[in-house]
């Protein structure tokens, strides 16, 4: 396939914004920097320099007929996790790869990829389940299974709403923790025979960067070492918010007693 | 025995609630499921014949990778769909959460060693990750 100079442009811009939602979906590393090399040599890209971490991309492309071009971008990730969009993009790379297809239905598969998010009757029982089975995973009743289960079902709603007001990740696993932690220190209070530890261990499985920081680890030890340093930082930093809002309510409650 | 199987079973419901959560299609459901009963098992087949969580942990985690490179070849899926599901029951939420809990009180030497733990944990995961990863791309470099 021979492209024009617009059309390289706009397979450059097309791939930047793959990899931003590959990296938005909870690929590593890795394999965006592996799935935009591929796709961009399906489409005759002679030379490819490609250069990812989970803040930015850079990209430089030349055709065996042009000069280079070159585009970055900056990716604003939250370290989510989207299977419903990551198999999409995952069958999208793999027929371009064996037969790359026309640059705007390439573009459009993109957009349609980019607007569909995971179901969220799914995501809501998903959270509900989480949060119940591991409270009883970690040593609860069926009791305390359930109690999980219906702030698992809070947790759910309050990162939708509070996903609408864009408010960074520090600040949002703070004020999550402390309303949980408030909520089943008051419910344990009230109904005698909970335990307010297994509830909270089986919610925080919903909202801890364990994730984040196993894959962290993964790219330190792979050898992408400057991804993996921020990667790991911000998990921390994560799991410390989500550790204080939970000290706060574990204090107040704790004073109550 | 029945702490086991109730374990299990969480880890089980757990799996499928994890990817359900990240928006598993519903053909995927069920594998997700068995990579965390899977994980799980091993861990504790592991904890019966040594003292050592770290090796436990990172066995575990190796296992549950294997097996989701094998469901990601036949389903034709990026492998971290299967890998995610498993991992969770592995993921040191008590540890984190006794860490804090002794820390709030005041007794900074049982928050110290479950902060230990919890880190060596994660640790361990990744580098059970880490190791089946490397192997694999060994075996694709040569064809």
Not at chain 2, 13 to 36: E, K, N, Q, T, Y
Request: glycine share 10%; proline share 4%.
């Amino acid at each position: 396939m021979t492209l024009t100079k617009e059309e390289q442009n706009r397979l450059l811009h097309g791939m930047l914004e793959m990899g931003d939602l590959l990296l938005n979906c909870g690929a590593e590393v890795s394999r965006v920097e592996d799935t935009l090399e591929r796709m961009t040599r399906a489409y005759g890209a002679e030379h490819v320099e490609v250069f990812v971490i989970t803040s930015i991309i850079s990209m430089t492309l030349a055709f065996p007929d042009g000069e280079p071009i070159t585009e970055t971008r900056r990716i604003h990730s939250g370290g989510g996790t989207d299977f419903f969009r990551l198999e999409k993009l995952n069958a999208l790379s793999r027929e371009c790869c064996i037969e790359p297809l026309p640059l705007p239905e390439m573009r459009q598969r993109l957009d349609k990829i980019a607007a569909g998010h995971k179901p969220f009757p799914a995501v809501f029982w998903g959270s509900v389940l989480t949060g119940g089975c591991f409270a009883v995973f970690f040593g609860g009743s069926v009791w305390d299974g359930l109690v999980a289960a219906a702030f698992g079902a809070l947790i759910c709603l309050m990162q939708v709403w509070l996903g609408r007001t864009k408010l960074n990740t520090v600040a949002f696993n703070l004020l999550v923790t402390l309303i949980t932690g408030l909520g089943v220190g008051f419910t344990t209070a009230v109904i005698p025979g909970l335990h307010m530890d297994t509830i909270i261990m089986g919610d925080i499985m919903l909202l801890i960067p364990g994730l984040a920081i196993t894959n962290a680890v993964r790219n330190m030890l792979v050898g992408d070492t400057i991804s993996g340093v921020v990667r790991l930082l911000e998990s921390l930093i994560w799991a410390a918010a989500l550790a204080g809002g939970f000290m706060v309510a574990l204090v107040i409650v704790g004073l109550l007693h | 025995m029945k702490d086991i199987v109730i374990q299990l079973l969480a880890a089980f419901f757990g799996g499928l609630g994890v990817a359900l959560l990240f928006g598993m299609r519903s053909r995927h459901l069920l594998p997700a499921a068995i990579a965390g009963v899977l994980s799980w098992a091993v861990y504790l087949g592991m904890d019966a014949v040594t003292d050592v969580e770290f090796l436990s942990c990172l066995v575990a985690a190796a296992v549950a990778v294997i097996y989701a490179e094998f469901m990601a070849r036949w389903r034709k899926t990026p492998a971290t769909l299967f890998v995610i599901p498993g991992m969770v029951p592995l993921v040191p939420g008590s540890s984190l959460y006794n860490t804090m809990s002794y820390a709030v009180r005041g007794e900074m030497e049982a928050a110290r060693a479950y902060g230990t733990k919890t880190l060596l944990c994660a640790l361990a995961i990744a580098a059970g990750i880490s190791f089946v990863t490397a192997l694999r791309e060994l075996q694709t470099k040569k064809q």
